[in-house]
């Protein structure tokens, strides 16, 4: 994974870098800026989770389309980052509706 990916896929998800340095590297703020600016070699373990993210997200999509998800409310900040961006991907097609 290269350091563009990972700032694409962070943003994609809807975390701030706050966000995915905490829950998903488990590092200080500066460390994950250094993995995105390209100027840190991004750890397996991250690129691993960022991979796991972006299939529990495709999941999420095409449970969406199938209409067999259920949306209930949670505590796990990453899991409804990842719905709320699925909702705004189908709401910019134009597949759901307010």
Known sequence: M???EL???RRLFFLDVSEAAQFIGDCHVR???RWEQGTRKIP???IKMMNLL???RQEILAMM????YKDITTN???NA???ESVKAELLAKNIIGL
């Not at 389309?65 to 067999?68: A, Q, S």
Request: charged share 35%.
């Open 2 to 4: 290269t350091n563009v």
């Open 7 to 9: 700032k694409a896929l």
């Open 31 to 33: 460390t994950w800026q």
């Open 44 to 46: 397996e373990d991250v």
């Open 54 to 56: 972006k299939e529990d």
């Open 65 to 68: 389309l199938n209409k067999t």
């Open 76 to 78: 796990d900040l990453l």
């Open 81 to 83: 980052r990842l719905v």
